[in-house]
């Protein structure tokens, strides 16, 4: 029987030659978009051939359609992220929720703009023979009457070949961009047009994630938000984490190919949200991107495989400004690529631009930023310090690791309600279609439920005299059967192993011994925290209370909590819209203290406390009540 | 029969079908490289049809053998520059002069090398659990250390990708190139480099001229010039003087043709300079250029058109450093041109270059720097101020405009002395061969001998009454037959007529006239003059008497007059190997003060007063007595 083998996860499964990939994909318990259940019309199930022989549909693009295609020997099968997930569901609509949102605290909204590309419209006296300045002499000195006197005016050579004709063509009324330089009294004219053109003036704040990339168009004369985008990172086809793909990226031209999709993910954001409003992408003037340590690397095109292993060592962790163009994206010479600096190898630019974004370098309390991802950042600290760390949670709330896990997307359960008494449970799909499996949010609810059901004990194990059929004691140990299987998608029960559980626990427990950790550094309590800040977009689909009961979240005063959004994409706008913030995520960065947890004996001893739900410690969760 | 028309010349001759190219250009009086008689061996007389049928020999790069092609239409043939010129004649020997050089005299010979780009070998410690820094910062680090702690560094996007593999190839033994900012606190990565390579360090020294082109490879560890070569200026092709290279780039695709050439160009000396020493091009930092202010834009690709009419105005005379590779020279990436500044459209970076060359900003004595060439450029002043000017005196000095005038190359006349009583020339030909024209320093001891001797009177007019049958009423009215058509390689008499002598009175007049206006701007006299200093190369092979005897030069002790050869080139150097020097050359050429000579009502009338030999006023040259 052929081997399939699938990638990017390695997953295997022998089927039959008579078989399909999508039935061999089904088997191996992965999923891939097939909405016309494998009848061959929808043409979502998109898969690539990367190694022995198929028969069946190939496409024009060389992929296959995995309904119709057919090992006939052993083979390797990529699929793609279209294949995987639906944009759709990246639109869905944030929860509403009681407890409030940190930017209605936040004065970035209000920002006057202010960016790094300013735009200046000059109207220039034309030449005579009693002043026969160069073109350039004569724009230099308009450019500083007034304001810019004291500037040291830097010119890209580029701009030199439009001088001449664009003030003659303008009759000498002209629109010159300037970017500031590597100090503010330096200025670089990166871009001469004709006329007034003050008001054309765009940029994009980006946030690149390690699953979802997302793009906003802000219109930098006015800071009116114009359009917005999201699409998953096209990498992930290559490495669902930053580990894989740094592996991937050593490998032959992996960092070229890495680079190339996101670059490929960018262009088609910026193609998307300029289309929506007509804007030209000759306009834009400046990206402004936040992203983590890896993501920064393969935009730019370095190579990060010695951040991978001890010392942990980046490139960089602050970035020169960059040519879009040099970088491939289809964007005019004059527009530049800011990054949000990093600062260290798993605390990144998303976490740094996420800081100011919500202006905690602003905050007297002492706030606690928690950014619950595949890895989970954390930032302690309040205007005058900030500590901050990377608490390797592993993808479990991403639904990684989980048998049944999956990212958020259509057909992934959001909500589990788990009947007290019966045990039995209720639960709602994404886009309401037949369930798939169980994503972030409703991984958390589902383990809340039934631990203060007093279906799962503290260890996290389920009690065996419960009665209820749902709880058995299946292939891999004891499970919880969510959905038979005749009421999902996959034609399998979705089931919640104790091997689930105990992921899910070593997720939360990182997370929380890595606050612990942090607080006792600066020789402080779970109990003085003074503000906890939900960044991210999982955090924005967190129940607090549930978040709490299996000991994700400190159990400490509601109204301290605040929900973020995408703290990383609102940095990315305010710097987008302000030299200013620009500025301001260097000097942020660089007085964030870095703390390496997994070299950290104290962090070790937290973690293993934190090994029960929701704590050894129950008197840090005075409002649990176990039943 | 067919008319053949000449490029860049427009000279036209109607040739029969039978007689070929070579033919037609001698009617023409054009000179065509030769020296197999037109037996088709030397393969020297290639030229391009551009318009029209030919029958021949076509060669592999789409050119013809001009010996041994005929016109079957009217034709229009353009003659590249290699055709026309013998780059051995770049390479003669300067003469030997009682009078003093410069160099002796100008302390840049002693330049200690401090370049704008300079080399730093650096060690730097690994990277371990305790100091997981980023490479970069790493390397900031330790670049800060010592004597740059106050620099603010800025990095090239691209060094950075080489940086990982850069510090664990060569075990954190690395060496940098750090550049100049646009102020001198500020530098920039731009290579970086395994191993101890501090000493592997190179820059070339460019001097671009309308029509002869050098360059010198020096060490910028040592300062010392490793090699040197020259050329002509492959642009000649398209036009003999700036003005018409500016109207050829008008057209079409001329500024990018007239830019590939002086490409090419630099790319052919780089490789010769390199490959006599055996130095890897990748070792070379920077290109440090002077040129007029045409070349600079015509290197660049900025388009020269509007400095070609009133009010002359340039697109920049201060010019940011490009990288070479931009401009499509063969050289790697990190390589950056760095083009003197020029002061206005007709004075350009050669001439602050050559002044700068010479320290003439450093000298305290009323000095007049006099470039003679095809325009005749000229600064008045000392360290405290400078006037400058150009004189338009048009390239009779270079044979152009006169009948048998021509470049100083092999074949041409470069002294003529003339038998007092009989009149009967004695001559030199550069190279010894059989005489094909009159170069410029040939002209002046021709116009000045016949002036002595008397056969030419204080107007320019032959004595009708000499009795020699050298001076007759030819076709074009009273001339001198300097060589006879019989021992002459072009065929026909070789003749001075009274238009030459007027063409010749007319520039030498415009210099004059332009001396005498700078200083009457300052309330001076010649007499006041403390120091003369000839550059160029025309300048070099000058015969000090002779030139004052027609009123070239003004008639001052002669111990005043100093000879500088190349001034552009020493300049260029100098600003090679010194950042000092670099950032002088724009202090000084923004010290000039330039004056429009053709708006001067005062150069008017000094202009028509030199109309003379060797002046109306005679008084301004006691030692010329007339015979």
């Known amino acids: 029987m052929p081997l399939v083998t699938f990638l990017p996860s390695n997953a295997?499964?022998?089927?039959?030659?008579?078989?399909?990939?999508?039935?061999?994909?089904i088997k191996a318990g992965l999923h891939i978009n097939a909405s016309c259940a494998g009848t061959g019309v929808c043409n979502k199930c998109l898969v690539y051939l990367e190694e022995g022989e198929v028969k069946g549909q190939k496409l024009p693009d060389g992929g296959w359609k995995a309904c119709d295609t057919f090992p006939e020997t052993d083979v390797r099968i990529r699929i793609p992220v279209q294949s995987q997930m639906d944009k759709r569901s990246l639109t869905r609509a944030l929860p509403?929720?009681?407890?409030?949102?940190?930017?209605?605290?936040?004065?970035?909204?209000?920002?006057?703009?202010?960016?790094?590309?300013?735009?200046f419209a000059i109207k220039l006296p034309p030449p005579t023979l009693s002043d026969p300045a160069s073109d350039l002499e004569r724009l230099q000195r308009e450019i500083k009457q007034g304001k810019l006197q004291d500037i040291t005016l830097e010119v890209d050579a580029q701009t030199l070949y439009r001088l001449p004709v664009a003030l003659r063509d303008s009759n000498w009324n002209i629109t010159v961009s300037l970017m500031e330089g590597i100090r503010h009294d330096i200025r670089r004219l990166i871009r001469i047009e004709d006329g007034a053109k003050k008001d054309e003036h765009f940029g994009v704040a980006i946030?690149?994630?390690?699953?979802?990339?997302?793009?906003?168009?802000?219109?930098l004369h006015t800071g009116e938000i114009l359009s917005g985008a999201s699409d998953y990172n096209p990498q992930i086809s290559y490495g669902e984490d930053v580990i894989s793909r740094v592996e991937f990226a050593r490998k032959g031209d992996g960092l070229s190919m890495l680079k190339d999709k996101i670059v490929n993910c960018l262009d088609g954001l910026i193609d998307e949200i300029t289309s929506k409003v007509s804007c030209k992408k000759e306009s834009i003037s400046i990206l402004s991107v936040a992203a983590n340590t890896v993501m920064c690397h393969l935009l730019l095109g370095l190579n990060p495989y010695y951040l991978r292993a001890a010392p942990y060592t980046p490139v960089a962790v602050e970035f020169p400004p960059v040519r879009a163009k040099e970088l491939g994206l289809n964007l005019p010479e004059h527009t530049r690529i800011f990054l949000a600096p990093?600062?260290?190898?798993?605390?990144?630019?998303?976490?740094?631009?996420?800081?100011?974004?919500?202006?905690m370098h602003k905050m007297p309390e002492l706030t606690l930023f928690i950014d619950i991802g595949t890895n989970g950042e954390i930032v302690l600290g309040n205007q005058d310090w900030m500590a901050c760390a990377a608490c390797s949670a592993g993808p479990a709330f991403e639904g990684g690791g989980i048998q049944h896990g999956m990212r958020a997307t259509t057909g992934a359960i959001e909500v589990i309600h788990i009947?007290?008494?019966?045990?039995?449970?209720?639960?709602?799909?994404?886009?309401?279609k037949k369930a798939k499996g169980i994503c972030g949010s409703g991984i958390i609810s589902l383990l809340a439920g039934l631990f203060m059901t007093g279906a799962l004990d503290q260890r996290g194990k389920y009690r065996r005299d419960t009665g209820s059929a749902r709880i058995r004691s299946g292939r891999e140990g004891w499970e919880y059967v969510v959905v038979d299987a005749d009421a999902t998608a996959i034609e399998q029960d979705i089931i919640f192993t104790e091997a689930d559980v105990e992921n899910l626990i070593r997720?939360?427990?990182?997370?929380f011994a890595g606050y612990l950790t942090l607080l006792e550094s600066v020789g402080m309590s779970v109990?003085?925290?003074?503000?906890?800040?939900?960044?991210?977009?999982?955090?924005?689909?967190?129940?607090?209370?549930?978040?709490?009961t299996i000991g994700l979240l400190p159990d400490i005063a509601r109204e301290k909590f605040f929900f973020a959004g995408n703290s990383s994409l609102i940095g990315a706008r305010a710097g987008l819209l302000s030299w200013e913030v620009n500025r301001k995520f260097i000097e942020v960065g660089g007085m964030m203290t870095h703390f390496d947890l997994a070299n950290s004996p104290s962090f070790m001893e937290h973690y293993i406390s934190s090994m029960f739900l929701p704590h050894t410690d129950m008197s840090l969760f005075p409002s649990v009540k176990l039943g």
């Open 507 to 511: 997720a939360k427990g990182a997370m």
């Open 527 to 548: 109990n003085e925290l003074e503000k906890v800040v939900l960044a991210g977009n999982f955090g924005s689909y967190l129940d607090l209370e549930q978040a709490i």
């Open 96 to 119: 509403k929720k009681a407890t409030r949102w940190i930017q209605s605290h936040s004065g970035i909204s209000n920002i006057r703009p202010k960016p790094v590309v300013e735009k």
């Open 207 to 219: 946030d690149i994630g390690t699953t979802t990339v997302s793009a906003q168009l802000l219109n």
């Open 342 to 359: 990093c600062v260290a190898s798993y605390v990144g630019g998303d976490i740094v631009a996420g800081v100011v974004g919500i202006e």
């Open 419 to 432: 009947h007290p008494e019966t045990l039995e449970p209720m639960s709602l799909t994404i886009g309401n």
């Open 12 to 25: 295997q499964v022998e089927i039959s030659s008579e078989e399909n990939i999508l039935r061999a994909a």
